[in-house]
């Protein structure tokens, strides 16, 4: 997978992390995130908002979100 011309290194060029968890969630559900990355985000009363909220100010936890998306095409 590769990024749009100029960004031939960043794969997620011009994906938001909204539309990342978006379809992750979509495809596998809450409860398969928690299990697969395990965030409490994920687990304890998850919605969108807050689990943006959270990985946007956790560099450690994004990247795991953004490593997970990237293997799982």
């Known amino acids: 997978m ?3 011309v100029g960004h031939p290194n960043d794969p997620l060029h011009g994906v938001t992390l909204e539309r990342i968890l978006t379809r ?6 809450w409860a ?7 965030i409490n985000c994920f687990k304890k009363d998850p919605s ?3 689990s943006l909220t959270f990985l ?14 990237l293997s799982h095409p």
């Open 56 to 69: 946007r100010r956790t560099p450690w936890a994004r990247k795991k979100l953004e490593d997970f998306y």
């Open 24 to 29: 992750l969630v979509d495809h596998y559900g």
């Open 32 to 38: 398969e995130m928690a299990r697969i990355i395990d």
């Open 48 to 50: 969108i908002k807050s």
């Open 2 to 4: 590769t990024g749009p």
